[in-house]
């Protein structure tokens, strides 16, 4: 089994190793992906606005578990993930390969100078890969000209720091126009690339509390958080 449906939305059954490895197969024949990372968040948004839910099912070429929400409303479901694969840790493996390959990227989001920080992180620790371009996400999705200017730039791999639903419906126009560019959404990625916001530590992700961590680190999220109660009450109904 490669899709596990989680109340509608179809998720890859990979591993982060697998999902590397078919990007990567992908690249080689000149083909793009398209990655959105999913969490509860995401998949609750999705059932409640079927133009997005369609976007994902029909122009995402890989969706991946980015919540521990979503692994276990797999498992509670009986069809299980074998992973919780975070859009962070995803970016970051993509990071590495397209630095080993002299690649170009596209850095779009976040605040301007979490931005510029996050570029120059990037250069730091990356400084086999080519950027492409840069700017913040403070537009308005009608503005056509940005994504052109994103298509101009020729990115090999393009990293959209726009928060849902906006990340995924800007790559939609990417994707496009270079089919053979490897786009994804990356939420607030960039807040942690930079260094503005601190990951959780290790030992808190091997516990799948990063959630709590963030939330206590920030209790504005309170609001945000409550979607993961009426996530696993729709996944009870739902088994």
Do not use: C
């Amino acid at each position: 089994m490669t899709k596990v449906d989680v109340l509608g939305v179809d998720f890859d059954a990979y591993t982060m190793a697998e999902f590397m490895q078919r990007i990567k197969e992908r690249y080689q024949d000149d083909k793009g992906s398209f990655i959105v990372t999913a969490n509860p968040e995401i998949v609750m948004y999705a059932r409640e606005h079927p133009d997005y839910a369609q976007l994902i099912d029909h122009d995402a070429d890989f969706v991946t578990a980015d919540g521990i929400g979503v692994v276990k409303g797999a498992a509670m479901l009986g069809t299980p993930l074998p992973e919780r694969v975070t859009g962070f840790d995803l970016m970051q493996e993509l990071l590495g390969w397209a630095n080993a390959q002299h690649l170009s990227v596209y850095l779009i989001g976040a605040k301007a100078d979490v931005n510029k920080a996050a570029v120059a992180k990037v250069q730091e620790r990356f400084p086999q890969l080519t950027i492409a371009g840069a700017r913040d996400g403070y537009f308005d999705l009608k503005d056509t000209s940005v994504a052109q200017v994103v298509i101009d730039s020729g990115a090999d791999v393009v990293f959209a720091a726009l928060g849902f639903p906006k990340q995924e419906y800007f790559l939609k126009r990417i994707k496009a126009a270079r089919p053979h560019t490897i786009l994804m959404g990356v939420g607030g990625s960039f807040d942690v690339l930079s260094g503005t916001v601190k990951r959780a530590p290790k030992w808190v992700q091997r516990l799948s509390l990063e959630w709590l961590y963030r939330l206590a680190k920030n209790p504005s999220r309170f609001g945000r958080m409550m979607v993961l109660p009426r996530f696993l009450a729709a996944v009870r109904k739902n088994k």
